[in-house]
């Protein structure tokens, strides 16, 4: 299949503040040049708008000196529903004409409208590293190592994001999914059993930060944030 829905489990675990939750949710992997066709009634519930996402991957890694020459990009997050989504991570997976992954560009996303793309190049155990460049949370300083694993998902999905600060773990990120096929018939499971999902992320986020900043946990000031173009 070359494009899938994962039902997904997604994990955020603070070390300081220490907060930990967890949310069900369903993630698409898709073919940026075989994006899914849905019957009509349904393609409200799942677009991928190019405003939303890397409109010009391609051009965007050349000018890193990445050169895909063709090759496959499968991209892994939430399609707007009803005109909004929300993507805290979007991860993509980018080929070259043999089918090689070439490397992993991972685009993280705020709730202040900012984002900001990491360019990785993951090793044999899929995983890569990267120094924190772009403010996510109030509550967590600006510095800080980026440790992830990344593998390509295929029955299963398996991502790891750990965020070190000080020498010592202060976020740890998981998703872990199982596939589904991208059906008219699983598409709209999703939606009965979760509805609203990218309205629900941003809505889960917000009150988790509302939780914190009632605990009195210092708010680090925002910095200018940049989209990538």
């Given at each position: 299949?070359?494009?899938?829905?994962?039902?997904?489990?997604?994990?955020?675990?603070?070390?300081?503040?220490?907060?930990?939750?967890?949310?069900?949710?369903?993630?698409?992997?898709?073919?940026?040049d075989d994006l899914?066709?849905?019957?009509?009634?349904?393609?409200?519930?799942?677009?991928?708008?190019?405003?939303?996402?890397?409109?010009?991957?391609?051009?965007?890694?050349?000018?890193?000196?990445?050169?895909?020459?063709?090759?496959?990009?499968?991209?892994?997050?939430?399609?707007?529903?009803?005109?909004?989504?929300?993507?805290?991570?979007?991860?993509?997976?980018?080929?070259?004409?043999?089918?090689?992954?070439?490397?992993?560009?991972?685009?993280?996303?705020?709730?202040?409208?900012?984002?900001?793309?990491?360019?990785?190049?993951?090793?044999?155990?899929?995983?890569?590293?990267a120094d924190k460049?772009?403010?996510?949370?109030?509550?967590?300083?600006?510095?800080?190592?980026?440790?992830?694993?990344?593998?390509?998902?295929?029955?299963?999905?398996?991502?790891?994001?750990?965020?070190?600060?000080?020498g010592k773990p202060?976020?740890?990120?998981?998703?872990?999914?199982?596939?589904?096929?991208?059906?008219?018939?699983?598409?709209?499971?999703?939606?009965?059993?979760?509805?609203?999902?990218?309205?629900?992320?941003?809505?889960?986020?917000?009150?988790?930060?509302?939780?914190?900043?009632?605990?009195?946990?210092?708010?680090?000031?925002?910095?200018?944030?940049?989209?990538?173009?």
């Amino acid at each position: 299949m070359v494009n899938a829905i994962y039902d997904t489990v997604v994990t955020h675990a603070r070390r300081a503040p220490r907060n930990r939750f967890s949310h069900r949710m369903y993630l698409w992997l898709v073919d940026l040049d075989d994006l899914p066709v849905l019957p009509r009634p349904l393609r409200p519930f799942a677009r991928f708008r190019d405003r939303d996402h890397l409109a010009d991957l391609r051009g965007w890694l050349a000018e890193r000196g990445v050169r895909l020459d063709g090759g496959r990009v499968r991209m892994l997050a939430q399609a707007s529903v009803l005109g909004y989504v929300f993507n805290p991570l979007t991860v993509y997976w980018c080929h070259d004409p043999d089918g090689h992954l070439e490397c992993v560009v991972a685009e993280v996303h705020n709730t202040y409208g900012g984002r900001h793309r990491y360019l990785l190049r993951p090793d044999a155990n899929a995983r890569a590293a990267a120094d924190k460049e772009f403010y996510v949370s109030p509550f967590l300083p600006m510095h800080g190592h980026y440790e992830m694993r990344l593998p390509e998902p295929d029955e299963r999905l398996a991502v790891d994001v750990l965020l070190r600060q000080d020498g010592k773990p202060s976020l740890v990120a998981t998703m872990r999914g199982h596939r589904r096929p991208a059906t008219a018939g699983t598409l709209i499971r999703m939606l009965l059993t979760r509805p609203l999902m990218p309205q629900r992320v941003a809505a889960s986020i917000r009150r988790h930060g509302i939780a914190l900043w009632l605990r009195r946990i210092p708010i680090v000031p925002r910095s200018q944030e940049t989209v990538d173009e």
